[in-house]
């Protein structure tokens, strides 16, 4: 997995899941972003260059309704960092009760699928869990600072499967910026959203957007004068950024105005304009290439049509031939026939003649 992919073409962010997509485009795009988190929850340290690898993340339902068939979910995000550790992370909006249970089913499903290694002596199967975390974007009194629950086996052994959470809205810029955690950057303006609404108390103000956006992107600015982040990945960060403050601001049009002005960029840079044209060559290149293949399987078409006549015109001379050569034998037999009946008469002449 590459940290250089685009995020030029976000469609797919303007869905009703675009608070759990925006983690998914990241770990696509850029997923050594993620190990800042890492360190964050599990104190792990891994280089820029560790290798990622994104795993499968169907999982078949361990909850279902007896009077319902089995059904088949998926997790958010299935990982393996560094070729040995493994990692499952959610993307959850709403503090809900049974979410370690849904972690308890996806972190069994994913060991058995990911993680499980046998004996080659005692044929013994050990499942290994994942490090698993869940990610609470927005704001919320509730919020547990682990998710925990207790398990008894049958031999009344009990164990407790903890997984530790992230509230994103208790991270102040700052402290983002200080542990490079830029991938909560596109999620902070939904601590904004309670300020959007009609009748409270303290509505935002068109000036303390400006100033907001101001801060959030001059740490992403930061990060990447530092060195923290590429111009690429600095782009990735500024249109997901774009797409969640529009999200939040729908239905304040001139709000959203001022944060398409702020995050298109008024100066392109050289590297970004040379991008700009290559892809633009590349699209005409394309378009070029299928033009071609489409006059090609034309012309393609028109041979096998050619081909086609030809051996239908050569069929009909097979045919005309054996015609012919029937004709000639014909003529062969009509020519003895005639040479015998001469021979015939010249007989029967010779006959008369004879005393």
């Known amino acids: 997995m590459h940290d250089k992919k685009s995020m030029t073409e976000p469609t797919a962010l303007d869905g009703s899941k675009l608070w759990d997509e925006i983690l998914k485009a990241i770990v696509?795009?850029?997923?050594?972003?993620?190990?800042?988190?890492?360190?964050?929850?599990?104190?792990?340290?891994y280089p820029k260059e560790t290798p990622v690898v994104l795993l499968n993340s169907e999982t078949s339902s361990f909850q279902e309704?007896?009077?319902?068939?089995?059904?088949?979910?998926?997790?958010?995000?299935?990982?393996?960092?560094?070729?040995?550790?493994?990692?499952?992370?959610?993307?959850?909006?709403?503090?809900?009760?049974?979410?370690?249970?849904?972690?308890?089913?996806?972190?069994?499903?994913?060991?058995?699928?990911h993680a499980k290694t046998i004996d080659r002596e005692t044929e013994e199967i050990t499942l290994h869990f994942p490090h698993s975390v869940v990610i609470y974007p927005e704001k919320n009194n509730n919020l547990p600072d682990h998710l925990q629950c207790r398990v008894i086996f049958q031999d009344n052994s009990e164990h407790i499967y903890r997984v530790p959470t992230v509230r994103i809205q208790t991270y102040s810029l700052e402290e983002i910026h200080k542990k490079h955690l830029n991938l909560?950057?596109?999620?902070i303006i939904l601590r904004l959203r309670p300020r959007l609404k009609t009748g409270t108390k303290h509505l935002l103000t068109e000036k303390e957007l400006t100033e907001f956006l101001n801060e959030a992107i001059l740490v992403l600015k930061e990060e990447l004068y530092n060195g923290y982040l590429t111009e690429q990945e600095y782009q990735n960060y500024v249109v997901l950024f774009r797409f969640a403050v529009n999200r939040v601001l729908v239905g304040h049009l001139q709000l959203r105005k001022e944060v398409d002005q702020m995050t298109e960029?008024?100066?392109?840079?050289?590297?970004?304009?040379v991008e700009e044209m290559l892809a633009e060559r590349l699209a005409e290149f394309q378009t070029d290439i299928a033009n071609w293949q489409a006059e090609l399987a034309n012309q393609q078409a028109e041979i096998a049509n050619q081909q086609a006549e030809i051996a239908n015109q050569q069929a009909e001379i097979a045919n005309q031939q054996t015609k012919i050569a029937d004709q000639e034998t014909q003529l062969a037999e009509k020519d003895d026939e005639i040479r015998r009946l001469r021979e015939l008469l010249s007989q029967l002449s010779s006959d008369d003649h004879t005393p």
């Open 28 to 45: 696509s795009a850029m997923p050594s972003q993620l190990f800042p988190l890492f360190k964050e929850v599990y104190g792990r340290d």
């Open 65 to 113: 309704n007896k009077q319902n068939t089995p059904r088949t979910t998926f997790m958010d995000i299935a990982l393996l960092v560094a070729s040995t550790d493994y990692y499952h992370l959610e993307c959850q909006m709403k503090n809900d009760s049974e979410m370690i249970i849904r972690m308890f089913a996806y972190d069994v499903r994913f060991a058995i699928t």
């Open 184 to 187: 909560f950057i596109p999620y």
């Open 265 to 273: 960029p008024l100066i392109k840079l050289p590297s970004v304009i």
